[in-house]
């Protein structure tokens, strides 16, 4: 699935996050998410990492909005379905 390269982008930014905020909960239920979409086949239906890519939005806003003390300590910067459509319309 072409998500895979967004999700590894992900993870990374993720993973400098906990270096700073080890083991916050947020940020270790996006590392969750994200390896669980990784673990989808490749024969899964679309709509299922759709849904999964907005679990994983969703994760990410929270983050965001409620625990980021400034903008450099942001996930993404992305609007809800700037993912979706970036990742699986290629």
């Known amino acids: 699935m072409r998500c895979k390269p967004a999700l590894r982008s992900m993870r990374s930014r993720v993973n400098e996050l906990l270096a700073d905020w080890e083991d916050h909960p947020t940020l270790v239920e996006v590392i969750t998410v994200i ?5 989808f086949p490749v024969t899964s239906p679309v709509m299922r990492y759709v849904t999964g890519l907005e679990v994983l939005v969703h994760k990410a806003q929270v983050w965001n ?5 400034n903008r450099q300590a942001c996930i ?15």
Request: no cysteine.
């Open 76 to 90: 993404v910067k992305l609007n809800n379905r700037e993912l979706l459509s970036g990742s699986l319309n290629k």
């Open 35 to 39: 390896d669980r979409i990784s673990a």
């Open 65 to 69: 909005k409620y625990f980021v003390p």
